[in-house]
């Protein structure tokens, strides 16, 4: 049985990739709406693989079937390995590592998918950091095929090989990285995206022409202005803030207008407002 802490897109996204690859999940949220959310939104995902005929109704039903939600880590207790996929806060990544370095069997692996933070900080919170390893998944999970794998300082060349292979199973491709903040992706990414936003601060040219030149002189398939609200403009800033904290270069000084807007409660395509407007 696998689990995962977190049932926010990150974490619906990685339950239902282990649900159809056939393992048991448990999808673990103590917030029961996010919960619901979270149920729903794999629903809705497996629904639309259906209505694309990459899968039969039938199959996608097995799949939910193989996701059992619970509001409690205690629940996580005979899990093989857990991927935690709650908030990039550390305080909050702290406590959740403590609850399940002291509620999971202890040959269980622990992961991590944060996409800024220091898997050896998180991996400190336990008695078994040779066991914590960052497991960075890409969004959307069921459709993107990396996923960062990241050493702490003490991960154990097993655990290493176990999830490698597992990702492996899964249909993904590990690509292993070293523990730094922001680790490859989004090391490079976020000043894309951030860049972008000063253009629009400074008046450089509007949302729509940002992503236009990104899209059609770049070749990339979504601008950074759109991108950025799909991942979460709250998500953002909070990566910036740890290269910025942790690298101490100013080029990773989050925007002034990137702070206003997650402020302000626009947070991207979740909250309906932000670059752009989702109905």
């Known amino acids: 049985m696998l689990g995962v802490v977190g049932a926010g897109t990150m974490g619906n996204g990685i339950a239902q990739v282990f649900a159809t690859f056939k393992h048991p999940v448990v999808l673990v949220d103590v917030d029961a709406a996010a919960l619901k959310r979270g149920m729903d939104a794999i629903k809705g995902s497996l629904d639309r693989i259906v209505r694309k005929e990459k899968m039969t109704a039938d199959e996608a039903a097995s799949v939910l079937g193989r996701i059992r939600a619970s509001a409690s880590i205690k629940d996580l207790a005979d899990a093989e390995l857990v991927v935690e996929a709650v908030s990039e806060n550390p305080a909050v990544k702290d406590k959740v590592f403590r609850e399940l370095d002291a509620s999971v069997r202890k040959d269980a692996i622990l992961a991590t ?12 919170a336990t008695k078994r950091p040779d066991k914590v390893i960052g497991m960075h998944f890409m969004n959307p999970v069921p459709v993107m095929k990396l996923v960062e794998i990241i050493r702490g300082h003490d991960t154990s060349d097993e655990t290493t090989r176990k999830v490698v292979d597992l990702t492996k199973a899964l249909d993904k491709t590990p690509v292993e990285v070293k523990d730094s903040p922001g680790f490859v992706s989004n090391r490079v990414l976020l000043p894309m995206i951030n860049e972008a936003v000063f253009c629009l601060h400074e008046g450089v040219g509007t949302a729509e022409a940002i992503d236009t030149v990104m899209r059609l002189g770049m070749a ?11 991942i979460g403009l709250d998500v953002c800033l909070a990566i910036l803030e740890v290269l910025h904290r942790d690298l101490g270069d100013d080029k990773y000084r989050p925007c002034p207008l990137l702070r206003k807007m997650v402020m302000a409660g626009h947070l991207g395509k979740k909250s309906g407002r932000g670059f752009y407007a989702y109905s």
């Open 220 to 230: 990339h398939p979504m601008g950074p202005l759109q991108l950025a609200d799909f």
């Open 113 to 124: 998918n944060t996409s800024s933070i220091w898997v050896t900080k998180i991996a400190a």
